[in-house]
T-cell receptor
Framework: AQSVSQHNHHVILSEAASLELGCNYSYGGTVNLFWYVQYPGQHLQLLLKYFSGDPLVKGIKGFEAEFIKSKFSFNLRKPSVQWSDTAEYFCAVDFGNEKLTFGTGTRLTIIP | DAGVTQSPTHLIKTRGQQVTLRCSPKSGHDTVSWYQQALGQGPQFIFQYYEEEERQRGNFPDRFSGHQYPNYSSELNVNALLLGDSALYLC???????????FGSGTRLTVV
């Protein structure tokens, strides 16, 4: 079955620390990859997406993600987090069927 | 501004009742998808509408039904509500040509 795994359920970091959130999916075919952020009480916002081309994708708010096809991974990174990055982060995959399959999310808490 | 408008924002219903949720897609988008996000989980795909037809459906019972109007707006109907239907219901719009999804802020449904 096509699935998306986010192994980090809750991550707690201090401001200025580096961030890496893991995302793995279970499918060997062509995929479109997304990272969304959900701030408390707000809608899902697209951080970045990968369809094809350069596997290192830069998004908004200083986030980036790297697609590693051989590892079926699309990890999210940020070199220096801020308190305002406190939110829920979701990895989502379109397995070529024009709908999104989401991971269970990672809650990120940044300590000032 | 999410670009996708959902109403109402919050709703409380009694078990066994029926509910209708509404979604206006982002301008220029003609495809509407609905997702259910239970507490602590990632969104789960319910179904997708395009050209007023249900295009594809996730693993949800027939109690969940929908509609799309000529102006691309959409409704999600849930009959015979169960306590387990309590969740955040998200609408996402996209162009049929692809390019990504825009999510609304959601409707928080509580079944008591």
């Amino acid at each position: 079955a096509q699935s998306v795994s986010q192994h980090n359920h809750h991550v707690i970091l201090s401001e200025a620390a580096s961030l890496e959130l893991g995302c793995n999916y279970s499918y060997g075919g062509t995929v479109n990859l997304f990272w969304y952020v959900q701030y408390p009480g707000q809608h899902l916002q697209l951080l970045l997406k990968y369809f094809s081309g350069d596997p290192l994708v830069k998004g908004i708010k200083g986030f980036e993600a790297e697609f590693i096809k051989s590892k079926f991974s699309f990890n999210l990174r940020k070199p220096s987090v801020q308190w305002s990055d406190t939110a829920e982060y979701f990895c989502a995959v379109d397995f070529g069927n024009e709908k999104l399959t989401f991971g269970t999310g990672t809650r990120l808490t940044i300590i000032p | 501004d999410a670009g996708v408008t959902q109403s109402p924002t919050h709703l409380i219903k009694t078990r066994g009742q029926q509910v209708t949720l509404r979604c206006s897609p982002k301008s220029g988008h003609d495809t509407v998808s609905w997702y259910q996000q239970a507490l602590g989980q990632g969104p789960q795909f319910i179904f997708q509408y395009y050209e007023e037809e249900e295009r594809q459906r996730g693993n949800f019972p027939d109690r969940f039904s929908g509609h799309q109007y000529p102006n691309y707006s959409s409704e999600l109907n849930v009959n015979a509500l169960l306590l387990g239907d309590s969740a955040l219901y998200l609408c996402a719009s996209s162009p049929i040509t692809g390019g990504g999804y825009t999510f609304g802020s959601g409707t928080r449904l509580t079944v008591v």
